[in-house]
């Protein structure tokens, strides 16, 4: 069976960037399992993957702009030290919850000072060319209480 819209897909795969630094991979010998279709992974690795069988490899190149995009500046900023509670150690390259002006979201600290905090609320992954390769294990049609039920969080049974 080929991937297509209303398959649930089982992948292997490994994630680097342009200078072939490992970002991510499937865990613990588990494949990650989607809905194709239902965009639960980027776009551009749903359409690399499109029309691809059990026991095949694929290799898909993804631009920033199709990827988590470019970092936009604006999600760059200046907050005081005294918005962090007192009694968490921070450091540089941590990720914590915040509150933007549109939607709680994840920061990462990029810089610190005595009186203030420079937070990231980029996708850490924001302007890199991303590599995914890996196999497809399994491709099998979902069933209709998959359909119905997978944007809940379900996942394959």
Not at 8 to 35: A, K, M, Q
Not at 71 to 80: N, Y
Not at 85 to 93: R, S, Y
Request: glycine letters at 10%; charged letters at 25%; proline letters at 4%.
């Amino acid at each position: 069976m080929q991937i297509a819209n209303d398959c649930v897909v089982s992948i292997h795969f490994e994630l680097t960037n342009d200078r072939g630094e490992l970002l991510d991979r499937s865990r613990d010998g588990e494949p990650l399992v989607y809905l194709h279709g239902v965009s639960g992974i980027l776009p551009a690795l749903e359409e690399g993957l499109g029309g691809k069988s059990a026991g095949d490899s694929f290799e898909v190149h993804i631009a920033p702009e199709e990827g988590f995009g470019t970092p936009q500046q604006e999600l760059i900023s200046k907050v005081p030290r005294s918005a962090f509670p007192d009694n968490i150690e921070l450091t540089v390259g941590m990720q914590v919850q915040g509150r933007s002006d549109t939607d709680e979201r994840q920061f990462t600290i990029i810089a610190m000072d005595a009186e203030s905090i420079t937070v990231d609320g980029n996708h850490p992954l924001a302007g890199m060319k991303l590599c995914f390769r890996g196999n497809v294990v399994d491709v099998r049609q979902a069933t209709a209480d998959e359909l119905e039920n997978w944007s809940d969080g379900m996942e394959a049974q």
